[in-house]
């Protein structure tokens, strides 16, 4: 499966983007859906990820309350809604798919597809 990422780009702090993951090859609903980031110099971070179905969430500390992440199994698609961003949530955004069975959560290890990222820079 191949996964393309957008919607990145550079907003004020307190602004809201949306960034999107289009799947192609397999049908996503196999698949549990992750987000991550990565900042300059930091380590690959946690995000959201969400189950096949869309009935479990789960977040980091840092986001929660202010991200929401969603999937449209018909589109083949899943998001990640950001609001009241702030200049720590700059860094590149990548989504990922793990297969459902590996219950991956919160460990990028256990993801099996990655998009290649797009970039967030939220400005105060």
């Known amino acids: 499966v191949q996964l393309q990422a957008s919607g990145g780009g550079p907003v004020q702090a307190g602004g809201s983007l949306r960034l999107s993951c289009a799947a192609s090859?397999?049908?996503?609903?196999?698949?549990?859906m992750g987000w991550f980031r990565q900042a300059p110099g930091q380590e690959r971070e946690f995000v959201a990820t969400?189950?096949?179905?869309?009935?479990?969430?789960s977040y980091s500390d840092s986001v929660k309350g202010r991200f929401t992440i969603s999937r449209d199994n018909a589109k083949n698609t899943a998001y990640l809604q950001m609001n009241s961003l702030k200049p720590e949530d700059t860094a590149v955004y990548y989504c990922a798919a793990a297969y459902t069975a590996k219950s991956a959560g919160v460990d990028y290890r256990g993801y099996d597809y990655w998009g290649q990222g797009t970039e967030v820079t939220v400005s105060s």
């Open positions: 090859g397999r049908n996503i609903r196999i698949f549990d």
């Open positions: 969400i189950n096949w179905s869309g009935g479990s969430t």
